[in-house]
């Protein structure tokens, strides 16, 4: 018997639980279940409410949900174009090989194409050979020249000039360097720091199991 037809489309509020059961099967086939913390209300806030930060797409296969792609877009400065970044691209273990996450990668490019996007970028996990070796096969290139560079959690507080002990709305100033305001100025002024390799193909973690 023929295989369900695969159909894609737009995440709706509806989708909710059906994008954090994806989202867990993720963290789980990453080995990071247990810094997995979203919740519906999270994702329906931020992918659904007034300041939306993230788009979905949903394959299905015969009305069942078989896998996900949750993106982005942010913007390249050296190509004056904004860029469509994949954060999550998800497929059912059973599903896998089987057309899903290239119809999800399609659907991808085509959201980029018709945005004007100059490129498409997600990462990897170094020891998910098989994913390396699917994009690589559509003509993506890894890039193995760019570290991705995180902040998260108290280093975060503490940059912004915040204490995370306290919780949102509590947070207390944190001691540190005052910016100079006048008189002297450095020896010497810094690089300036760049930060057009966000996430590239190369970084170790991959959210992408196709």
Partial sequence: MAAARLTIRRGTPRDVPTI???????????????????TPARLRRDGFGRRRYFETLICRRGGQPVGFALYFFTYSTFLARPTLYLEDLFVLPAERGQGAGLALLRALARRAVGRGCGRMEWTVLDWNRPAIRFYQALGARLRRDWILT????????????????????????????????????PRRRPRRATARGRRSPAASRSRRSA
Avoid: K, M, N
């Fill in 20 to 38: 954090l059961a994806l989202v867990r099967g993720l963290a789980r086939y990453e080995r990071l279940l247990s810094q997995c913390v979203a």
């Fill in 150 to 185: 995180r902040l998260t959690g108290e280093p975060l507080a503490r940059l912004a000039g915040l204490s995370a002990r306290r919780g949102p709305g509590r947070a207390r100033r944190a001691s540190g360097p005052r910016t100079p305001t006048g008189g002297e100025s």
